[in-house]
């Protein structure tokens, strides 16, 4: 199982970029597929996931970040707009047999992608 996670880079403020997580192994319309960000000295925390065609995310990106799946490509992707500079950080992508209640733990998930970084920065 791989799953590889890019399109990360540097954007100014309030700008846009879309992270992708393609996976190898594994079909992710059978799994919960996260989005976890680790920033410089924090903990790695939950951003977004999508399970059974459901989307959950983290307060203060809801209404800015949106996640989908594209079965066709076994691809799932992370739209990111009005990016802020607390929005720094390496994100990951993860799969695993997360439920609802545990869809914002990183231990439900078992499937981790490299990471790719996303710098907001004017």
């Known amino acids: 199982v791989q799953l590889q996670a890019s399109g990360g880079g540097l954007v100014q403020p309030g700008g846009s970029l879309r992270l992708s997580c393609a996976a190898s192994?594994?079909?992710?319309?059978?799994?919960?597929v996260g989005w976890f960000r680790q920033a410089q000295g924090k903990e790695r925390e939950f951003a977004a996931a999508?399970?059974?065609?459901?989307?959950y995310y983290r307060a203060p990106v809801n209404g800015r970040f949106a996640v989908s799946r594209n079965s066709a490509k076994n691809t799932v992707y992370l739209q990111m707009n009005s990016l802020k500079p607390e929005d720094t950080a390496v994100y990951y992508c993860?799969?695993?047999?997360?439920?609802?209640?545990?869809?914002?733990?990183?231990?439900?998930?078992?499937?981790w992608g490299q990471g790719t970084q996303v710098t907001v920065s004017s």
């Open positions: 993860a799969a695993g047999r997360a439920i609802v209640s545990t869809i914002r733990t990183i231990g439900a998930y078992s499937h």
């Open positions: 192994g594994l079909t992710f319309s059978n799994y919960a």
């Open positions: 999508i399970r059974s065609g459901n989307t």
